[in-house]
């Protein structure tokens, strides 16, 4: 029997195979999964080797908070002006804080009257003193004298009485005047200490409040929230913050990370746009949560420890600002150490 050839199908030509696109797209693919795969260990443990930290560009803050409850009069800064130690940042009214001067004041004027009364007083008595001592001397001369002419019958029994009763008087005059000379000294001491305390007091309570002039402690620049003319304050609530001028960035560092870093290594710091070399202030001894701007829904951190950068004086970066720290593989911090 003849054998019936099979006929090969027009499409499976051989020169009509399309065997190099199969093989591109296969490379493709396992190019792909060779991408992922490098993209899960990266995600998995690639904290472990290089340095990929986030942090915020931040400075000595200063807070300006109101420490009585006032109204806002007027402010004399602007979000982002730069002032010197002692300008006027803001000036409150204190209803308050003049009552309470009101007061010490009068109490202070109480006071001052009272030392004066008692430093007469003192004063009457220490000159009479002398005197009545002296006529209590005279007179107890003078009833021994009435004693020795009585025993004779010279002297009548009522004259006798008049010289002692006139003798008792003086010695308790002087024993009163003794009394209140010591008893004025007392309490002028106590009134004069009072006295001191209250005018202090109310010295600083004036220079405490100080027409309700707010001044800048340090020189800085003011943050981006100032009160506005009017606004009714409490006592703690924050006026303004000022920022000092050396600027550092406070990173947060991976979780788990096996590579060495030590003050002086000089690393990258980049927002986007921006880059600068910043040189390893501290590694702190503390950690602190992630701020919700870098927390990741698919990565929580609980919490991470910190390192600080000190940032050169010309870093173009904002405060507050969000940055990336990079600059550490395996142990190697390519931008080197201080000399």
């Known amino acids: 029997m003849q054998s019936i050839k ?21 490379r493709v693919y396992l190019g792909l999964l060779a991408l992922l795969g490098l993209f899960l260990v990266d995600y998995a443990v690639g904290d472990a080797v290089l340095l990929r930290a986030d942090g915020i560009v931040a400075t000595d803050r200063q807070i ?65 003193l002398p005197l009545a001592e002296r006529h209590a001397r005279e007179n107890t001369e003078q009833v021994t004298r009435i004693d020795t002419m009585a025993t004779r019958g010279l002297v009548s029994s009522q004259r006798m009485d008049q010289v002692l ?31 001191k305390r209250a005018d202090e ?9 100080d027409r309700g002039v707010l001044r800048a402690a340090a020189a800085g620049t003011v943050g981006p929230r100032v009160p506005t003319p009017g606004q009714v304050v409490k006592f703690g609530d924050e006026l303004l913050q000022l920022n000092g001028k050396k600027a550092y960035v406070l990173a947060y560092l991976p979780d788990i990370y096996l590579f060495g870093m030590q003050p002086g290594d000089r690393l990258e710091v980049s927002n986007g746009t921006s880059r600068a070399t910043a040189e390893v202030d501290a590694i702190l001894t503390v950690a602190d949560a992630l701020p919700a701007e870098f927390q990741n829904m698919f990565r ?32 190697y911090c390519w931008r080197g150490s201080k000399a």
């Open 201 to 209: 007091a109310l010295n600083q309570l004036e220079a405490f409040y």
């Open 6 to 26: 099979k006929r090969p199908r027009l499409d499976t030509l051989k020169n009509q195979e399309r065997a190099s696109p199969i093989r591109w797209g296969r």
């Open 165 to 195: 009763s006139s003798g008792y008087d003086t010695v308790a005059r002087v024993t009163e005047l003794r009394a209140q000379a010591q008893g004025l000294g007392g309490e002028l001491e106590l009134i004069s200490r009072a006295h």
């Open 64 to 128: 300006v908070a109101a420490v009585y409850p006032a109204k806002v009069a007027a402010v004399r800064v602007r979000e982002g002006e730069v002032v010197e130690a002692g300008a006027v940042l803001v000036q409150l009214e204190s209803a308050d804080m003049l009552k309470d001067i009101a007061d010490l004041a009068a109490r202070n004027a109480d006071l001052a009257v009272r030392e004066t009364q008692l430093t007469v007083r003192a004063r009457t008595v220490k000159e009479l």
């Open 300 to 331: 929580p951190r609980d919490r991470s420890r910190l390192v600080r950068l000190s940032l050169p004086q010309e870093h173009g970066f904002a405060i507050s600002q969000k940055v990336r720290v990079r600059g550490c593989a395996f142990g």
